[in-house]
């Protein structure tokens, strides 16, 4: 079991000007601004569960990193958080 980022609209102040998840998410495109909610949003088949964005989201506390079922590819919201892959995981191979 891997993990994603899930962005908490009600925490995430992106049209306030902060991007910070989006610069440091090591994946191209994988944390964009919706342009319709003015707030971050992850596309979760690119996200590789670096734990990142999380870390520099920690004061506002807008991301949560959620498991994914590995046979099924869904996403546990709710479920509890697995081991955070490190980046030589994440991005080995």
Request: charged letters at 20%.
């Given at each position: 079991?891997?993990?994603?980022?899930?962005?908490d609209n009600e925490k995430?102040?992106?049209?306030?000007?902060?991007r910070l998840c989006i610069m440091y998410c090591?994946?191209?495109d994988c944390?964009?601004?919706d342009e319709s909610t003015t707030k971050a949003i992850v596309?979760?088949?690119?996200?590789?569960?670096?734990d990142l964005?999380?870390?520099?989201?920690?004061?506002h506390n807008a991301i949560t990193m959620f498991p994914v079922d590995a046979t099924t590819g869904k996403v546990i919201k709710?479920?509890?958080?697995?081991?955070?892959?490190?980046?030589?995981?994440?991005?080995a191979g």
């Open positions: 079991m891997y993990n994603i980022a899930w962005v995430c102040i992106a049209e306030k000007g902060c090591p994946e191209a944390i964009m601004l596309i979760e088949p690119r996200c590789k569960g670096c964005c999380k870390v520099v989201c920690s004061t709710g479920g509890k958080e697995s081991e955070t892959a490190g980046l030589g995981q994440a991005y």
